[in-house]
């Protein structure tokens, strides 16, 4: 799923996707042309674009956010556990950090994730009721 060395990442599909930090808005929007993508933020030069995908043959979400065209954060949870507020709670959505935990574990060792091209972390939100693996780059 990350790649140690260079924080690759590798969406799978019809048309996979290579995830680094050198991917820029452009490259993302036209890679991902063929897929239901949603803009969720746009502020000023700040955009935040989501899809669904495949990682490791599990379905996940996934956030991408940029500062003009570079990559500066990835957000991905797996798509398992609630699927609106009435089948939410904070037991399952624990599940899902604890299953984020494990694949962080078996890939990256035990944390903190700190690389040179950037960190990995793993966490639940209280606030917002969500778990997810965050990726932020360095420039």
Known sequence: MIDRATGRILL???TPLTVDP???RTDFLKATSGRQVK??????????????????NQDWVSGFCFKGETLHM????????????SDWSEEKERRKLAEHDELLKAMLGSPPYSFAW??????????????????RYRY
């Open 12 to 14: 799978e599909g019809e």
């Open 22 to 24: 050198g991917l820029t």
């Open 39 to 56: 803009l969720l933020v746009e502020n000023g030069p700040w955009e935040t674009y989501s899809i669904s995908c495949c990682i490791l």
């Open 74 to 85: 990835v957000d991905m949870a797996l798509a398992t556990g609630a699927k609106n507020w």
């Open 118 to 135: 950037g960190r990995v972390e793993s966490s639940f939100d209280r606030k917002s009721g969500g778990s997810c693996v965050s990726m």
